[in-house]
């Protein structure tokens, strides 16, 4: 490493070393936090999302939900052998905004499962 001042040449000490390691995390850190990062990927789409107050934005990961098609629900069906209507299901959570009381739908093979037990 070279002095600040004389740019003489010197060995860095282990107090250095440490310094230095800090200010390179520190940087990292910053650098993560300023990335602005949008997956093409359905399932790990992620947001940036500005906070009151904050300098940097936060970057928020959706739950990665995708509503199926009347297809999906009826081939997960057939392999469950379950009698539940695919068109039934889908215009249901449909018109319901795939809420599930007050919360986002997360997985729609739960809700199906969930659909069997009441039949």
Same mark, same amino acid.
């Given at each position: =490493?070279?002095?600040?001042?004389?740019? !003489?040449?010197?060995?860095?000490?282990?107090?250095?070393?440490?310094? +230095?390691?800090?200010?390179?995390?520190?940087? +990292? !850190?910053?650098?993560?936090?300023?990335?602005?990062?949008?997956?093409?990927?359905?399932?790990?789409?992620?947001?940036?999302?500005?906070?009151?107050?904050?300098?940097?934005?936060?970057?928020?990961?959706?739950?990665?939900?995708?509503?199926?098609?009347?297809?999906?629900?009826?081939?997960?069906?057939?392999?469950?052998?379950?009698?539940?209507?695919?068109?039934?299901?889908? +215009?249901?959570?449909?018109?319901?905004?795939? =809420?599930?009381?007050?919360?986002? =739908?997360? +997985?729609?093979?739960?809700?199906?499962?969930?659909?069997?037990?009441?039949?």
């Amino acid at each position: =490493m070279k002095c600040p001042r004389c740019q !003489a040449v010197f060995h860095a000490t282990e107090e250095q070393d440490s310094v +230095d390691l800090k200010a390179r995390r520190k940087a +990292d !850190a910053k650098r993560q936090k300023e990335r602005y990062y949008r997956s093409s990927r359905e399932n790990s789409r992620e947001v940036k999302v500005a906070t009151k107050g904050s300098k940097a934005p936060h970057v928020r990961k959706s739950n990665g939900f995708r509503p199926p098609d009347y297809k999906e629900v009826r081939a997960y069906c057939e392999e469950r052998e379950n009698q539940i209507d695919p068109v039934q299901f889908v +215009d249901f959570y449909a018109a319901k905004g795939w =809420m599930v009381g007050k919360s986002k =739908m997360k +997985d729609w093979q739960a809700a199906v499962r969930t659909w069997e037990k009441r039949e």
